[in-house]
């Protein structure tokens, strides 16, 4: 069993940046993956960004180039460093760890406004 928090999210103008940062409750070096997804309101949950142990990352289209992800073994926490964020990035940001199961986090708000 996993439990993971994240915290960092808020309300950022467009262009801005923001850290989301999700903390496991144990180790996070024995799970296969871990990653970010995001929900906006009416649309079905995505994944933005995962990265494996061995350190390959991925990133969904709209995000790539934009935001990076890591994970810090010893601290058993992943990051989310989001720049030049836009409106449409608007959502609820959820962690989540693969290994053998699927644990999520409750989610941190992130909305982009002027």
């Known amino acids: 069993q996993v439990q993971l928090v994240e915290s960092g999210g808020g309300l950022v103008q467009p262009g801005g940046s923001l850290r989301l940062s999700c903390a496991a409750s144990?180790?996070?070096?024995?799970?296969?993956?871990m990653g970010w997804y995001r929900q906006a309101p009416g649309k079905q949950r995505e994944l933005v960004a995962r990265i494996r142990t061995i350190g390959t990352t991925y990133y969904a289209d709209s995000v790539q180039g934009r935001f990076t992800i890591s994970r810090d073994n010893a601290k058993n926490t992943v990051s989310l460093q989001m720049n030049s964020l836009k409106p449409e990035d608007t959502a609820v940001y959820f962690c989540?760890?693969?290994?053998?199961?699927?644990?999520w986090g409750q989610g941190t708000q992130v909305t982009v406004s002027s």
């Open positions: 144990r180790s996070i070096s024995s799970l296969s993956s």
């Open positions: 989540n760890a693969q290994g053998p199961y699927d644990y």
